[in-house]
T-cell receptor
Framework: AQRVTQPEKLLSVFKGAPVELKCNYS??????LFWYVQYSRQRLQLLLRHISRESIKGFTADLNKGETSFHLKKPFAQEEDSAMYYC?????????WGAGTKLIIKP | ETGVTQTPRHLVMGMTNKKSLKCEQHLGHNAMYWYKQSAKKPLELMFVYNFKEQTENNSVPSRFSPECPNSSHLFLHLHTLQPEDSALYLC??????????????FGPGTRLTVL
């Protein structure tokens, strides 16, 4: 079955500390994975996608097919990173969503 | 206006009312989606339209009725809703095709409260 798992509902770290938001997936084909972010009072928006292999706002995510993971990382968290983060898997022109992780950056 | 717009932004309705949510995308996309976002629950895909044809209905109760008159507009007609239907309803659009699952662009949502 196709599934996306984000094991942490809430992650709280101090400003300047490293951040890692976990995402694991289950998919039989070649996966296309995304991270979306929803800041307070803003719409859900794409943060990055594995195909682009880019860094957005200091965040990176590497697809690890062996571990079926697509964890989101940032070396030094900033207060403006506080938001809800969703991992999503592309399948048949739809997205299969994880439950989301709420990231809180403490000053 | 650019991107994906949704109206109304807030809606309060009784269980016997009939109302409609509207979504419009100005991106030239060929697919549109309705999602339900409830507190403490994952994002739930409700309906998918590709090229104005409904391709997905994720066991959504019949009190929700979608309509896609053209590739730019999407409606969600509501009737005899229940209090548990209170949620944020999100519309999204994307350009599908070419074997890629392309980025979905979201509207701001309609905050629905059913009394």
């Amino acid at each position: 079955a196709q599934r996306v798992t984000q094991p942490e509902k809430l992650l709280s770290v101090f400003k300047g500390a490293p951040v890692e938001l976990k995402c694991n997936y289950s998919y039989s084909g070649s996966p296309e994975l995304f991270w979306y972010v929803q800041y307070s009072r803003q719409r859900l928006q794409l943060l990055l996608r594995h195909i682009s292999r880019e860094s957005i706002k200091g965040f990176t995510a590497d697809l690890n097919k062996g571990e079926t993971s697509f964890h989101l990382k940032k070396p030094f968290a900033q207060e403006e990173d506080s938001a809800m983060y969703y991992c999503a898997l592309g399948s048949n022109y739809q997205l299969i969503w994880g439950a989301g992780t709420k990231l809180i950056i403490k000053p | 206006e650019t991107g994906v717009t949704q109206t109304p932004r807030h809606l309060v309705m009784g269980m016997t009312n009939k109302k409609s949510l509207k979504c419009e995308q100005h991106l030239g996309h060929n697919a549109m989606y309705w999602y339900k976002q409830s507190a403490k629950k994952p994002l739930e895909l409700m309906f998918v339209y590709n090229f104005k044809e409904q391709t997905e209905n994720n066991s959504v109760p019949s009190r929700f009725s979608p309509e896609c008159p053209n590739s730019s507009h999407l409606f969600l007609h509501l009737h005899t809703l229940q209090p548990e239907d209170s949620a944020l309803y999100l519309c999204a659009s994307s350009q599908v095709g070419g074997g890629r699952n392309n980025e979905q662009f979201f509207g701001p949502g309609t905050r629905l409260t059913v009394l």
